[in-house]
């Protein structure tokens, strides 16, 4: 089955709703961390099955090791969110969460469940809410690195071939920290979130 | 009075538009993206700017800072979705004299202008 594809105004109107989920994301993640944190615009993109690989590549980041944990989401609109974090230096991020200055591979993994919950449910809840749906979310759990992600991605994240994946990119200034949120949109969830961007975009034509 | 509206979104900037009162929704002018509103700003007389953050091209902050070192910055309400207080702290320190989360209501709008004398 092809993910269908949204009209422009429809994508237009989802990117903005993406824009504003993932700002709260963004605030939400600052506030844990107690630091500035940069965004970059987040992309809708329908991705081939064949491709999934180039969503892990990560740009300046990619010679270093990643670690990934998901978080499926269910309800009206349900999906799969993972997120990525540049796995080098954990300390800088210990530092920032306030865990010891060398932490335990043990408290490492609970610190990125941690932020992965934040930051995840910040996005999801993020795009859901103004499109008047709820949400439930699983609990994070640790993928592990770059072929695990993408074993993942290929064998469990249902039978798709094409999928609308958000992504967007979180950095701290000037701190060793990046990670970044890939959300995976389900293709029955595409029809409802159509139809919801109708609703959506009728009430703002009668505003 | 001319209102200039900033944001890569046109569901943005219309929502924006509908949100503003009548009596400044008469000679409203957009851009989609922070170049296109650095030459709006130059080109033309701009009495009041919404500007969004996260854009593309060139973001809201270098916006801001451009036409600050030009010294053309028009009375800016930033509108964005990153609620950051450093990103508020920022935006102000660069010129704008507002900073208000996305999405605002009408009502919010208008509470906002009445208060910075422009209603």
Redesign the interface.
Known sequence: MTAPLLAE?KR??L??IV??????A??AL??VLGA??E?S?PRIDLVDRRRAATLFNTGSWSDNEIEVVRQPFFGGISGESLMLFDGAEPEHLADLVGYAATPSKEEQQEMLLDLANVVIGSCVN?IVE?LAEVVSFAPPSRLGGRPDAHAFVLEDVGHWQQALVINVEFKLEQRQFRCRVLVFLSETSLVRIDHAIVRF?DA?AA? | MRVLIVD?????R??LK?ALPPALGGDVLEAAGGSEAIRCVQSDHIDLMFLDL???DVDGYQVLKTLQEGGRTPPTIVV????????QQRVRQLGAMAFVK??LS?SDLAFLLRGAGLL
């Open positions: 105004d237009d109107a990117q903005e824009n504003i989920g993932m700002g709260a963004g605030a600052a506030q500035f944190v965004l615009v993020g103004p975009l703002l505003s | 890569d979104s046109r569901t943005a219309m929502m509908r996260t854009m593309p964005s979705a990153d609620v950051q207080p450093l990103a996305k999405s009408q």
